[in-house]
């Protein structure tokens, strides 16, 4: 039993089944906070009153993915992408899960998920996992590039899993909790074209417009407004990335998110 209260608000688990896959984190041996970011937690309205929960083993327990909170509905998000000059028609997430969605203090619609949570139907063969080095290197630049006024996914918490996973050699695992505009990239859209599923790419195209760009709903061809919209989001990201010499290092479809935020430090 946790005391730990995330006010859900959850939207993309009413879309159709064929957009995610309902599945729950695996449970880990033994979680252990590493960091929680209070400041981040407020605003997101996770609990109604000062001071965050200082419970560690509480936060571990939810942030680890072995606690499942109240109102979540954990699911993993299927995409596909253009990787490395190549095609991938279906990938989708293959270590992270998605708890939930939550309203944060200035209005704002913001996804909580769990990366490094344990193999999904769109593993292809991995373990799911993450190294305690690449989470770690995550929370830090992601809230750099926030400071730094760069649209960026934000870090709620890193955890220790207290099992290894294998690279090049045995590392210890981690977990990080990823906050997002959204999770929806270029490479959602790309799935369902794929697909040929015309109706999915209408609803997933209704759906975006709806949560990120609803100025384009009064438009006279909203779907065109709505991709200018994108455009001129990512192109201002480039250049804020540009103008502080950062270099995306796996910048394919799968990376690029519709909401123009910084997603996947590698």
Known sequence: MTHL??????????????????????????????????????ELGINDYDGVSDDRGDLA??????????????LSQVYAGHQFGHFSPQLGDGRASLLGEVI???????????????????SRNGDGRAALGPILREYIVSEAMHALDVPTT???????????????????????????????????????????DHEGLKILADYAISRHYPQCEKSGNPYTA????????????????????FIHGVMNTDNMTISGETIDYG
């Open 104 to 122: 944060d203090q200035n209005s704002i619609r913001r996804d909580i998920q769990l990366k490094g949570s344990g193999p999904t139907p769109f």
């Open 154 to 196: 934000r870090s709620l918490a890193a955890t220790l899993t207290g099992e290894p996973v294998m690279r090049e050699s045995v590392l210890p695992g981690a977990i990080l909790t990823r906050v997002a505009q959204s999770h929806m990239r270029v490479g959602t859209f790309q799935y369902f074209a794929a697909q040929y």
């Open 226 to 245: 709505f991709l200018l919209e994108v455009i001129k989001k990512q192109a201002f990201l480039i250049a804020r990335w540009m103008s502080y010499g």
């Open 61 to 74: 327990s939810v942030f680890s993915g072995n606690h499942i909170p109240e109102g979540a509905e954990p």
């Open 5 to 42: 209260k995330i006010p859900f608000h959850n939207t993309y688990a009413r879309l159709p089944g064929r957009f995610f896959v309902s599945r729950a984190p695996k449970p880990v041996k033994a979680p252990d906070l590493i960091v929680f970011n209070h400041t981040l937690a407020r």
